[in-house]
Nanobody
Framework: QVQLVESGGGLVQPGGSLRLSCAASKLTFSSYLMGWYRQAPGKERELVAH????????NYADSVKGRFTISRDNAKNTVYLQMNSLKPEDTAVYYCNAKLGRPGSSWYPADYWGQGTQVTVSS
């Protein structure tokens, strides 16, 4: 069974940094579009960033551009989210996602989610 296991969340002060990791198993990792989403209390889940399976093409939400960096290591079946200059509004549960296909597709034959990791930005 496919597993996506996130780690690296926690409590950080405004302006601080965290790095999230997502280790994937039981899938052909290099074939998957990997993404990070987040959901704050009372809000819908939103895309933070994703990285394509081919070419490493990335896409970011406007709210995190210039502060967050997504990367992947296909040899380790792991995707990362480096978060710098964190703001209180970044507080949310962050979810790892794996989709079999290309960015922008209307349908994905496989779509998996991790259990989420809490990120809290507060002084």
């Amino acid at each position: 069974q496919v597993q996506l296991v996130e780690s690296g969340g926690g409590l950080v002060q405004p302006g601080g940094s965290l790095r999230l990791s997502c280790a994937a198993s039981k899938l052909t990792f290099s074939s998957y579009l990997m993404g990070w989403y987040r959901q704050a209390p009372g809000k819908e889940r939103e895309l933070v960033a994703h990285i394509a399976s081919v070419g490493g093409i990335t896409n970011y939400a406007d709210s995190v551009k210039g502060r967050f960096t997504i990367s992947r290591d296909n040899a380790k079946n792991t995707v990362y989210l480096q978060m710098n200059s964190l703001k209180p509004e970044d507080t949310a549960v962050y979810y790892c996602n794996a989709k079999l296909g290309r960015p922008g597709s209307s349908w994905y034959p496989a779509d998996y989610w991790g259990q989420g990791t809490q990120v809290t930005v507060s002084s």
